[in-house]
């Protein structure tokens, strides 16, 4: 058992603001309070700004109504605005933001690299070029662009391992080819767009925006049935992952299968992520950024799983709350908001990045 997990530092000393706590079987957990707090702020300013955004639209409803709803004592008009329109695209942001946010914190992780995200790999493109494809070629629905979407970026996963794969998938290969595969899919899905007639393309462009308007129920039940197979799944690998970012040779050395657990985890990544954009468009950013600001919140070195995911549906949920207070409901799709200040966020990480030599 290594000085982490029993909340000792390599001096055998114990590490400030962390607990280790021994269970009966001879097992010792390592708890950081600070990491624990941060969560549990974050998941009440996620849960806050939800009842928030539920009761904002054209027809605003107060706090307190919302929440006598949300346990069953609404009228019925509340009852329907709120259970049946609002509620389920509440569900959709936290959702399609936790799952944004977990991907982003573990291609970050495995390719130990803070710009070895979804939104530069392209996979948010693969997913793109899938749903174009039934757009613009089949005139598919709704249901069809979704599985579209998801297949496209399941695909480009693939593409993106096989052509890293040299006795191995190391982080900057993978971020490197990721980048050649994203140019390369954006590329395709312009062609697609000048192929498209006018109402697709206009459809397209309203999908590729990244949105949460008109999301309902259909759309929460794939999305919890993933999260209820996959987060057990990245919790049992949480320990490995955090010795893979400590190198090949370092995790191998202590009996970590590297390649086995890095295809698993960024399966499950992939899966995220197209699962994400099939549910919402390309929403941009969140992947990228959640990770790094749970990270410096925790003031933890570890792949911050947990804060990344609460951190990822905050933000994904306070973006669609400004884009309908500041601009109206339904009159800026929440993926402008996040590509905004997502932008802005990605100029300010390469700046430091480049100051501390590491690009």
Do not use: C
């Amino acid at each position: 058992m290594n000085a982490t997990e029993t909340g000792t530092n390599k001096s055998g000393t114990k590490k400030p603001g962390t607990k280790a706590i021994r269970t009966p079987g001879g097992l010792s957990v390592r708890l950081d309070v600070r990491s624990l707090l941060v969560v549990a702020v974050l998941l009440v300013a996620a849960l806050a700004a939800s009842v928030f955004l539920i009761g904002t639209g054209d027809f605003p409803i107060p706090v307190p109504d919302v929440l006598r709803t949300l346990v069953g004592n609404g009228d019925a008009g509340q009852e329907f605005i709120i259970n049946d329109l609002r509620l389920p695209r509440v569900l959709v942001g936290l959702l399609v933001g936790a799952a944004l946010g977990l991907s982003g914190a573990l291609f970050q992780s495995v390719s130990r690299n803070p710009l070895g995200s979804p939104d530069v790999l392209g996979l948010g493109q693969g997913s793109t070029a899938g749903a174009l494809v039934m757009i613009v070629i089949f005139g598919g629905s709704a249901t069809q662009v979704a599985l579209g979407a998801l297949v496209g970026g399941l695909v480009t996963g693939v593409a993106i391992y096989v052509l890293a794969w040299k006795r191995g998938v190391h982080g900057y290969r993978l971020v490197l080819v990721g980048i050649g595969v994203s140019a390369f899919v954006t590329a395709i899905n312009g062609y697609l767009l000048t192929k498209a007639d006018f109402v697709d393309a206009a459809r397209a462009t309203v999908w590729m925006t990244g949105s949460l308007n008109g999301r309902d129920w259909t759309q929460v039940w794939p999305l919890l049935i993933m999260f209820v197979v996959l987060i057990p799944l990245v919790a049992a690998y949480a320990r490995p992952l955090r010795m893979l970012e400590m190198g090949d040779d370092a995790a191998g050395g202590l009996g970590v299968r590297v390649e086995r657990t890095r295809l698993l985890l960024l399966t499950a990544s992939v899966v995220l992520t197209a699962a994400a954009t099939a549910a919402a468009g390309p929403v941009t950013f969140v992947a990228l950024t959640a990770p790094q600001i749970a990270r410096r919140l925790t003031k933890s070195p570890g792949p911050n799983l947990a804060a990344s995911t609460i951190l990822g549906a905050a933000l994904l949920i306070v973006a669609d709350l400004v884009s309908q207070r500041a601009f109206g409901a339904d009159q800026l799709p929440v993926g402008v908001v996040t590509g905004v200040v997502g932008g802005v966020y990605l100029l300010w990480l390469l700046v430091t990045e480049r100051k501390a030599g590491r690009i």
